[in-house]
Nanobody, 125 residues
Framework: QVQLVESGGGLVQAGGSLRLSCAVS????????MGWFRQAPGKEREFVAA????????YYVDSVKGRFTISRDNAKNTVYLQMNSLKPEDTAVYYC??????????????????WGQGTQVTVSS
């Protein structure tokens, strides 16, 4: 079983930065691609970013390219999402996901085998 716990959300002004963390339990962390998704009120869940199991390949939705960076530390069983130049439209609940797939595969299919409970990110204008 794999459990994911997100942290690092909060309230920030437009143009500011936040770093989300996702701590993963389970010895098979290294086997999984990891991704971040988000869901704004009244909208469907949206893929944000993903990284392959070894951390060499990343994949982003166009709207966050150049502003967000996903990374992982397999020694710490943790994946991160550094979010810079935040915009009000980035406001959402952010979810961490683990999947036995590729980074691009996670982005295209939206597939995750395990999910965290989410952390709220609110960007004020």
């Amino acid at each position: 079983q794999v459990q994911l716990v997100e942290s690092g959300g909060g309230l920030v002004q437009a143009g500011g930065s936040l770093r989300l963390s996702c701590a993963v339990s389970g010895r098979t962390f290294r086997s999984y691609a990891m991704g971040w998704f988000r869901q704004a009120p009244g909208k469907e869940r949206e893929f944000v970013a993903a990284i392959n199991w070894i951390g060499t390949t990343t994949y982003y939705v166009d709207s966050v390219k150049g502003r967000f960076t996903i990374s992982r530390d397999n020694a710490k069983n943790t994946v991160y999402l550094q979010m810079n130049s935040l915009k009000p439209e980035d406001t959402a609940v952010y979810y961490c996901a683990a999947g036995l797939t590729t980074a691009q595969g996670m982005g295209i299919t939206g597939r995750g085998d395990y999910w965290g409970q989410g952390t709220q990110v609110t960007v004020s204008s």
